[in-house]
């Protein structure tokens, strides 16, 4: 008996130890891509980083530094893509904002959208300041002070309830925004975007080489993809313009 609570000990401290280290393991391979990336040593920070990723941990302050990394090393795409995917994490980061930003002025494809009013460039703005998981959070947060508000009713006196009411009322009303916000977010992420990798790609009018060729694409330009055939990608720009592609000359953000 004795022999079985000290085996069993052993074993819980050894499980301790190693889930201990694999927890603190991203965190310390990610420290150390820094102090590599302060040494200038930028492709051994840019390899310790996408080990990172390879074992599935993802953060915004990771793909942030990985995307300064290949911005040192002078690879477009691949920086854009990192930072595109920083934002995404980070969305009210203003330095991710401005180095995107930075960065996007060396694409070399100018893709207009067409005017709009500054309105509506404010809305998508706001609307994208919180990540889903944020909203998600807020919109449960928001849905239990309510279901809270609800029952305290029933257990106050009517004074209070008159106090109450208007509460309740601006709850409802806050909780139907977020859940809305929520639905309009949801269904605009499942727009995939993915960036050009290559230093151009030919775009067709169907996903065939032997089709008409309609117009190229360089490296760096963001555009939106729409239906996968094989090896070949539907893609739409921001223009309107549509076409086919290579599925390997992209990667999705």
Not at 16 to 39: C, H, I, K, M, N
Not at 84 to 98: F, T, W
Not at 142 to 148: D, F, P
Not at 220 to 234: F, K, P, S
């Amino acid at each position: 008996m004795i022999f079985l609570r000290y085996t069993l000990s052993c074993a819980a401290v050894i499980f301790l130890f190693v889930t201990g280290t694999a927890l603190a393991d991203p965190r310390s391979q990610f420290e150390e891509g820094l102090v590599q990336y302060r040494s200038d040593n930028w492709e051994q920070a840019v390899s310790i980083w996408e080990n990172l990723l390879e074992q599935g941990y993802e953060s915004g302050p990771l793909q942030y530094n990985l995307g300064n990394a290949y911005f040192r090393l002078n690879e477009l795409s691949k920086c854009l893509l990192a930072y595109e995917r920083a934002a995404k994490l980070m969305p009210r980061d203003k330095d991710v904002q401005a180095n995107l930003e930075l960065v996007r002025l060396s694409v070399v494809d100018r893709i207009e959208a067409p005017v709009r009013l500054s309105l509506w460039n404010w809305i998508d703005t706001l609307r994208d300041s919180l990540t889903l998981r944020e909203l998600s959070g807020l919109m449960q947060i928001t849905g239990l002070l309510l279901a809270a508000l609800i029952a305290a009713r029933w257990f106050v006196s009517l004074k209070l309830r008159s106090i109450i009411r208007p509460l309740l009322f601006s709850l409802f009303i806050a909780y139907i925004v977020c859940l809305s916000w929520y639905g309009w977010r949801h269904t605009l992420d499942k727009n995939q975007y993915a960036i050009i990798m290559t230093e151009k790609a030919d775009v067709y009018s169907g996903p065939d080489e032997s089709s008409t060729q309609l117009f190229s694409l360089h490296e760096g330009t963001r555009i939106l993809t729409r239906e996968e055939l094989t090896d070949w990608m539907r893609i739409r720009l921001a223009d309107g313009r549509e076409g086919w592609l290579r599925l390997k000359e992209i990667e999705n953000i």
